[in-house]
């Protein structure tokens, strides 16, 4: 393989990686590019169709809002609620900070070993963030109603599905 052929392969990766890190990160359903997320998480709302003619990725304030929408979160869930922002927020900001350190890293003069490292250190955020939100989530999960359960297990089930479609 080139050079040229190995480094986009490796830029491919951490992208890839950072991607699926700050998506899962900053919410637990894809903070994909509005155009793929939209239309799944606002189905309801009217505003889908315009955040769907949107290119730009969706910010974590932006995921927030429409998941506390679409969750129905209600006053007394708003404790809870504060949690999952919380780790939300701070997922975000730690793989933020992992692709702002891979951005100002001398990318075109890295090993593979490094190339490797800096993967596995968007896979440990990942890890980490997704067993951050996990905790705050299953404790507003648990208080919630089952009728609004089930409003919860359908978002993140139609979530997936838009997921394996973006991803395919």
Do not use: C
Request: no cysteine; net charge neutral; hydrophobic share 45%.
């Amino acid at each position: 393989m080139s050079p040229f052929t190995i480094r986009i392969i490796t830029v491919r990766s951490v992208a890839i990686a950072a991607l699926l890190g700050t998506t899962l990160l900053a919410g637990p359903l894809a903070a994909q590019p509005a155009a793929t997320a939209a239309p799944a998480m606002t189905a309801a709302a009217p505003q889908g169709a315009a955040k769907a003619a949107d290119s730009r990725p969706e910010t974590v304030e932006q995921r927030i809002t429409t998941l506390h929408a679409s969750l129905k979160i209600t006053a007394g869930e708003e404790a809870n609620w504060t949690a999952v922002a919380g780790a939300m927020r701070e997922n975000a900001t730690a793989m933020e900070k992992l692709i702002a350190d891979r951005t100002t890293a001398a990318a075109d003069t890295q090993t593979a070993p490094q190339e490797l490292d800096a993967y596995g250190k968007f896979a440990q955020a990942h890890a980490d963030g997704v067993k951050n939100l996990t905790t705050a989530f299953n404790t507003l999960y648990n208080s919630m109603p089952d009728p609004q359960k089930k409003v919860a297990d359908e978002v993140f089930q139609a979530s997936g599905r838009e997921r394996g479609r973006a991803h395919s």
